[in-house]
């Protein structure tokens, strides 16, 4: 597959042009061991074409992506999958839809929220694997959208931060059923499309769809897809216009001409190969520690370790990793996330089981895992937010009205949300998970 946008910055840095134009560094300044980088890293040239106004080799590129994935249109972003949610949310709001979204949202979603001023309808899992992972049924949205008599759509992410995956397409089913459209967070899972069996939101129904480049792919970190399904009706400069309301005017073209080689990769059939084989190193690596160790279902490239259920803490579990030159991608007390990919060699599985046969818990497992609160509503988001606040110790925020979690990133699952009215359970909660501030309502 050609590389429009790799190939025109490397041709360009060839030449060795006197560069009249932005960036200062003029591809000689800066960090030394930046400097390969610096030569490839432009902005909005004569042929470099205009990433929201896309005509010439960005738009070649993103219509690979689209064909990889199968798509009527696929839209790059350089500021993760957080400005492909924001996307989404507006397109949303245009269209006049009501928002009905599972709890386990990231911050970003959030964000976005009090950007655009939404109401969210919130659903529940069914049953909860701490606060960050659950089972969600369709039948609980469906309920909600019985309710509603206007236009709506369903927000999930799958798969979530320790690796379970929604039904995508019973939930898309129920979006047809009601005219309401999917919107999925797959930030986890842009290789999902790369699997022998269907299991990419697109593939399964979604509507729309971010995928993060860089967490499970070789793009660069900030790098995203912004998928749109190939049988609704969207029009693609309304999607590069909402984009626009919230992305930088000045896209990194380095991190553009890596999600163009990341086309190339995702196009040969050595990629498949990879996958396949890592994800035969991870089903053996859970083959060999079963039942020692417990692990979640879901991605197969998630090996996320249920610590709890393994008779450890997932905290001393994860520094005993790092100890041994292992670094897990999140840790807390009840789980350690390990993210595979195809750029896992057999080599890392060789270290990681070692380590795993070697480790010998010294603390007792925290066994009960906290469910994700239902606090009382006092008001909206974007108010809460927005409204003069105070930081507190979280022991002396009952009562108080939420305006923002400082959880950290990751996980990024706030706890509580910004207009709800922090009771001991958020207390409690919040605690179990190391967070000893929260900005409250004066």
Known sequence: ???????????????????????????????PMLQQAAELDLTEISDADSLFEASGILAESEANAASLYGTAYTFYSCAGSTLCIQTMLLLMKQEGRAVIAARNVHRAFLNACVLLDLTVQWVYPRESDGILSGTYAPEDFEAVLEQLHRPACIYVTSPDYLGHMADIAALAEVCRKYHAKLLVDNA???????????????QLGADYCCDSAHKMLSGLTGTAYLHVRSDIDTDAQRVRDAMAMFASTSPSYLM???????????????????????????????????????????DPLHLTIDAAASGCTGTELAAYLKENG??????????????????????????????????????????????????EIVCGIREAALAPQETIPV??????????????????????????????????????????EINVVQ
């Open 1 to 31: 597959m050609k590389t429009p946008v790799y190939d025109f910055l490397t041709q360009y840095a060839a030449q060795d042009p006197v560069r009249m134009h932005m960036p200062g560094h003029k591809g000689r300044l800066g960090a």
């Open 188 to 202: 986890h899972g842009a290789h999902l499309a790369f699997l022998p069996w269907q299991c990419h939101p697109i």
């Open 256 to 298: 553009l001409a890596s999600l163009d080689w990341c086309n190339r990769e995702l196009a040969s059939p050595l990629f498949r190969e990879q996958l396949s084989e890592v994800i035969e190193y991870v089903q053996t690596l859970k083959c060999h520690f079963s039942p020692r160790y417990v692990f979640v279902d879901g």
């Open 326 to 375: 292992i670094i897990a991608e999140y840790a807390d007390l009840y789980h350690v996330v390990l993210l595979c990919s195809a750029g896992s060699t057999k080599e890392d599985f060789c270290r990681l089981q070692q380590a795993l046969e070697q480790f010998t818990p010294k603390q007792p497992p925290v066994t009960e895992k906290y469910a994700l609160p239902h606090p």
């Open 395 to 436: 022991e002396e925020s009952f009562s108080r009205i939420c305006a923002a979690v400082k959880v950290p990133c990751p996980p990024a699952v706030p706890i509580v949300l910004s207009g709800e009215r922090i009771d001991q359970n958020c207390i409690s909660v919040c605690k179990g998970y190391g967070i000893s």
